[in-house]
C-alpha cells in the first residue's frame, strides 16, 4: 500500500513557515480530512510525526517515554487512574520544562497493554482522527509516545472522571436531573459533529466508560480506536466482519449482520440514555433475570407514562420534572428502535434534549423516610 501523506493530498497547502502562514492555510484551504484507510496500518513512528505535524490547525507533540515517565512518576501505581480495553491511564503533569512550547497541565496519559485486545491499529486511529477533529465535546489530544513496542497517547486531563464512575458509584449523592441532561446533551453534540463531519465517523463505541466530565459536568467523548469512517455517496452503511465494541450497547443491525452507520451509534446513545433515566448498567447479572438485560426490560415502558415511574432512577428521589422525563423516555424509545430507520439523527437528538434543559428539578411526588427502629 502506498504511503499517503498530507503532502500528497493538498500540496498546495502544504507550507507553513510561520503561525501566520499556518493560520492563513486554515482560511483559505480546501481542507479535506484524512481518513483511517488512507493510511498504512503499518506506518512507522516517521510517517506518523509527518502525518501529524502536518495535520491543520491541531499540530501533535512527539513524546519519548523518558519524558512520559517524568510525567508520571514513572507511571506510579498511585497515578493510575484507570484500565480500559487499550491499558491502563495514568494521571501526569507536563509544562515548557518537558517539552518546548507545551503549557503547563495536567494530563492523562494512556499506555498500550501489550498483551491487551487492541494494538497498533487502535493507537493510530486515536491519532488519525482526534489529530484532525476538535469539537469542545470530543477530549483533546495532546501527543503521543512510538517508541519500539510502546505505543502511548497523552489527553487532556479530564477532573470527574468518567460518567460510569459518577453514575453507578455506590456510596455518594445521586446525579441531579439536570447534571444528567448536561451530558446528555453534551455527548449528543459530540456524536453529531462526527456524523456531519465532511467524511462521516462512526464511533462504535459509545458507552458511559468513554465519556469524560470536566470539572463542570462537560461531556468529551474520548476513546476512538474503534472509530471507523462512514459510508460515502449512496451507501447507507459499512460492513465489517469483525465485531468491536462493549456487550449490551451495539445496535443489533451491527450484532448480527455486521452492518456499521451512523444510526448504530444513535441505538448506542439510546442505550445511555435509559443508563441515565434508571441509574441502572446495561448488563447486570445480580439483577434479576427478567431485569438483567436493560433494553428488554425497560423500553416496553418508556411509552407508557404510567409505568414510567418503575423505570425512573429512585434515588432521584422524585426529583426531577414529569414532562421532561416523559420526553427523554420517548427520545430514548426511538433511539433504541430494532430497525434503524426509524432512529432519529443526533441532530434531532440535540434539538430535542436542548428544549429540555431550562426545566428545573421538582418534586413530583413527596418522598418520606422511614426509620426502621432496631429490634433490641
Given at each position: 500500500?502506498t504511503?499517503i501523506?498530507?503532502?500528497?493530498i493538498?500540496?498546495?497547502c502544504?507550507?507553513?513557515k510561520?503561525k ?5 492555510v ?8 484524512l ?6 496500518i ?6 506518523i510525526?509527518?502525518?501529524s ?13 523518558e ?7 514513572n507511571?506510579?501505581?498511585?497515578n493510575m487512574?484507570?484500565?480500559?480495553g ?9 509544562d515548557d ?6 503549557k ?10 501489550l498483551?491487551g ?11 488519525i ?7 469542545s465535546?470530543l477530549?483533546?489530544l495532546?501527543g503521543?509516545c512510538?517508541e ?11 477532573p ?9 458509584r455506590r ?15 453534551g455527548?449528543?453534540?459530540?456524536l453529531?459533529?462526527?456524523h ?8 462504535r ?19 476512538f480506536?474503534l ?5 460515502e455517496?449512496?451507501?447507507?452503511h459499512?460492513?465489517?466482519t469483525?465485531?468491536m465494541?462493549?456487550k ?5 443491525e ?9 444510526k ?16 441502572k448498567r ?10 438483567r ?12 407514562q ?6 425512573m432512577?429512585p ?15 420517548a ?5 433504541l428502535?430494532?430497525?434503524?430507520n ?23 411526588a ?11
Amino acid at each position: 500500500m502506498t504511503k499517503i501523506t498530507w503532502k500528497s493530498i493538498i500540496p498546495s497547502c502544504y507550507k507553513t513557515k510561520s503561525k501566520v502562514e499556518e493560520e492563513e492555510v486554515s482560511k483559505h484551504c480546501s481542507f479535506q480530512r484524512l481518513c483511517l484507510s488512507d493510511v498504512s496500518i503499518t506506518s512507522s513512528p516517521k510517517d506518523i510525526e509527518d502525518l501529524s505535524t502536518s495535520f491543520v490547525g491541531s499540530k501533535l507533540y512527539t513524546f519519548t517515554l523518558e519524558e512520559l515517565k517524568e510525567a508520571t512518576h514513572n507511571f506510579s501505581w498511585s497515578n493510575m487512574l484507570g484500565e480500559g480495553g487499550f491499558g491502563p491511564v495514568y494521571k501526569g503533569f507536563v509544562d515548557d520544562n518537558l517539552k518546548r512550547g507545551l503549557k503547563a497541565q495536567s494530563v492523562a496519559v494512556k499506555r498500550l497493554d501489550l498483551e491487551g485486545l487492541q494494538g497498533h491499529r487502535e493507537w493510530l486511529a486515536e491519532i488519525i482522527f482526534l489529530g484532525q477533529l476538535r469539537h469542545s465535546h470530543l477530549v483533546k489530544l495532546i501527543g503521543y509516545c512510538c517508541e519500539e513496542k510502546n505505543r502511548l497517547l497523552v489527553y487532556e486531563y479530564m477532573p470527574r472522571g468518567s460518567l460510569e464512575n459518577q453514575l453507578f458509584r455506590r456510596y455518594s449523592s445521586s446525579m441531579p436531573w439536570s447534571t444528567r441532561m448536561k451530558i446528555a446533551l453534551g455527548a449528543a453534540k459530540g456524536l453529531a459533529f462526527l456524523h456531519e463531519a465532511d467524511k462521516p465517523v462512526i464511533y462504535r463505541d459509545f458507552k458511559t466508560s468513554n465519556i469524560l466530565l470536566d470539572s463542570d459536568y462537560t461531556a468529551k467523548l474520548s476513546d476512538f480506536g474503534l472509530a471507523k469512517d462512514g459510508p460515502e455517496g449512496e451507501e447507507t452503511h459499512v460492513t465489517t466482519t469483525r465485531i468491536m465494541g462493549t456487550k449490551g450497547y451495539a445496535a443489533p443491525e451491527y450484532v448480527m449482520a455486521g452492518h456499521l452507520s451512523t444510526k448504530s451509534d444513535v441505538y448506542s446513545y439510546g442505550v445511555v440514555l435509559l443508563e441515565l433515566l434508571t441509574g441502572k448498567r446495561v448488563v447486570d447479572r445480580s439483577r434479576p433475570s427478567r431485569e438483567r438485560s436493560l433494553v428488554e426490560w425497560g423500553r416496553p415502558m418508556l411509552r407508557d407514562q404510567r409505568k414510567l415511574h418503575h423505570v425512573m432512577d429512585p434515588r432521584l428521589e422524585g426529583q426531577f420534572p414529569m414532562k421532561g422525563a416523559v420526553k427523554v423516555a420517548a427520545l430514548t424509545h426511538k433511539c433504541l428502535s430494532h430497525n434503524p430507520n426509524p432512529r432519529p439523527s443526533m441532530r434531532d437528538v440535540v434539538k430535542t434534549l436542548e428544549s429540555l434543559q431550562d426545566f428545573d428539578d421538582v418534586f413530583i411526588a413527596p418522598f418520606v423516610y422511614v426509620a426502621v427502629s432496631e429490634k433490641k
